[in-house]
């Protein structure tokens, strides 16, 4: 087949205040017309780098030290910065990680398909509106018209994944790079955007570079894989090969901690790191019982109902799973129910008490607000950039619990310790620590006031998987050592079949299956659950170890 895009010998390296940082080490690479090649690692290896490089788009400090990289005969590193402006979005393009920050949030989604149309001459005032909704439709938007008109607050995530795939199709290109194009979406959605970028592909007849860190994603849709590590290539070749019989440590480190049924979560550790698993006591006693929950909102168009009356019950030392697309009344559930938000009607019996009759607003000041607490989806967000991780675990410590001095120092390192963070990190800022880092401090704060039941909303959903399987065998540890309840919020069926006893399944706004979850997982009732576990990728076959 013949090349579009040749790498060679590249080289990207920062400035920064301690001196420069080579993120990029002299990597090659080749993709044919035609060809999907995965590019899989974990965070710092320098994946996304190497995509900003080749569209020359790298941060301030960022510069090509050495090397080549070619498209179509083209010298991407040396061509004149009003040629890459022509050939990004024209010949090259590119679906960033984050659709909402990757779009205009106070322009029309049909205004910003229409910039790109008119700034590579593909469209004139006269049809730019047609051609948008055109590209609208071409990414499977129901409603194209009505939706041209939409800003991205009043869209999904997915939604906006698709408006970011419009716009990076729009102008037809001959190669896409897609940078982690799913993190944060459910599996349907996932399935829905990467089968539609792969169909797009092989009907236009172009090349894509997919960078992920979900191998199962890069098995399904890739026909090549490099596995980058601290930016050098350690491993490449074809997907069925490097899955099943990886040959570098860093690939089989990968491989063996993607989660798959029939195991367990300290088998997805490096084996000198599992120790042994400990089992958590579950009572018949319950923690929690939601009785009949309602949430109604008022709409343009009449009330919506994001919550239709369910009912569930979590027993002392229980964890049950929470699964269900976007819009699926999830996360609103999770709000009432640690209190943020208040329900419409329904009761929630905490500990024998019905707290959906204290308002919101009131509980906060509530004697029980100590006993719930949350672990919020991304820990980078949920960590406030300006206080060091000591002043983030003592916060709760000093609000509601009145601690000072030395007792407040002391409790701080204790939790630091139970969560396994090196005591030196304490009074490091969130951009000083890694994501497993920060989601230990989100969850040493979530503990510090030694709660009864925890809401882990997707927890793990944008950490790689050596870093998920390290927070998931911790959850499973502290929830045995401290007798927690978990209601764990996730899209991932591989991840809550490892983690969960007990499995309830949402879809707009009703629970349309719910129980023991190797028995929802391996014998589901409901076409829905079927039909959620089909679009989830299938995580590659463990190597056989000998």
């Not at 880092?437 to 997707?458: C, T």
Request: charged share 25%; glycine share 8%; aromatic share 4%.
């Amino acid at each position: 087949m013949s090349k579009m895009l040749s790498v060679k010998d590249l080289a990207v390296s920062f400035q920064t205040r301690r001196g420069e940082v080579d993120a990029v080490r002299g990597i090659s690479f080749e993709v044919a017309k035609g060809e999907i090649l995965g590019i899989v690692g974990e965070s710092g290896s320098g994946k996304s780098v190497t995509s900003y490089a080749l569209m020359r788009i790298l941060d301030a400090g960022g510069v090509i030290k050495a090397g080549e990289a070619t498209y179509s005969g083209i010298d991407l590193r040396r061509a004149a910065e009003h040629d890459m402006r022509d050939i990004r979005g024209r010949e090259i393009s590119m679906i960033f990680q984050n659709p909402r920050a990757a779009l205009n949030p106070i322009c029309k989604v049909g205004h910003q398909i229409e910039d790109v149309l008119r700034h590579h001459a593909r469209a004139t005032r006269y049809d730019a509106r047609a051609k948008a909704i055109a590209a609208l439709e071409a990414v499977k938007i129901n409603d194209a018209e009505a939706r041209y008109d939409a800003y991205p607050f009043e869209l999904s995530g997915g939604m906006c994944q698709r408006i970011v795939c419009a716009i990076a199709l729009a102008c037809d290109p001959r190669l896409l790079i897609a940078d982690e194009p799913t993190t944060g979406l459910d599996i349907t959605t996932q399935k829905a955007v990467m089968d539609l970028v792969r169909d797009l592909i092989r009907e236009r007849g172009m090349s894509s570079i997919l960078i992920t860190h979900d191998l199962g994603l890069a098995a399904q849709y890739c026909d090549r894989i490099l596995v980058m590590k601290d930016g050098v290539i350690v491993e490449q070749g074809d997907p069925v090969q490097i899955f099943s019989d990886p040959q570098h440590p860093y690939s089989r480190k990968l491989v063996d901690a993607t989660p798959r049924a029939g195991e367990t979560v300290r088998s997805l550790l490096p084996p000198q790191e599992r120790g042994e698993e400990l089992t958590p006591t579950v009572s018949d006693q319950p923690i929690l019982e939601v009785r009949d929950l309602t949430k109604t909102y008022a709409g343009k168009s009449g009330p919506v109902h994001a919550v239709k009356g369910i009912s569930f019950m979590i027993n002392q030392g229980q964890c049950v799973g929470l699964v269900g697309e976007s819009g699926c009344g999830k996360s609103t559930t999770s709000e009432i129910l640690v209190r943020l938000m208040d329900a419409t009607s329904g009761q929630i019996i905490f500990d024998g008490h019905d707290i959906a009759r204290v308002p919101a607003r009131s509980f906060a000041k509530d004697s029980r607000r100590a006993d719930i607490q949350m672990v919020f989806q991304d820990a980078t967000d949920s960590l406030n950039p300006r206080h060091t991780a000591r002043q983030t675990i003592s916060e709760p410590l000093r609000r509601l619990a009145r601690m000072r001095g030395a007792k407040l120092a002391v409790r701080i390192e204790e939790l630091a310790v139970l969560v396994g963070l090196p005591l030196p990190l304490l009074d490091r800022f969130p951009h000083q620590l890694s994501g497993g880092q920060k989601a230990r401090v989100g969850i040493a704060r979530a503990i510090a006031l030694d709660p009864k039941f925890l809401i882990l909303d997707e927890p793990t959903a944008a950490l790689d998987v050596s870093i998920q399987a390290v927070v998931l065998n911790l959850l499973v540890d502290l929830r045995a050592k401290l007798g927690l309840s978990y209601l764990f919020v996730s899209h991932d069926f591989h991840v809550v079949r490892l983690l969960c006893d007990h499995v309830i399944v949402m879809k707009d706004g009703e629970i349309v299956e719910q129980g023991a979850a190797e028995q929802v997982m391996s014998n589901p009732q409901s076409d829905y659950t079927n039909a959620l576990l089909a679009a989830a990728p299938k995580p590659p076959q463990r190597r056989n170890i000998s």
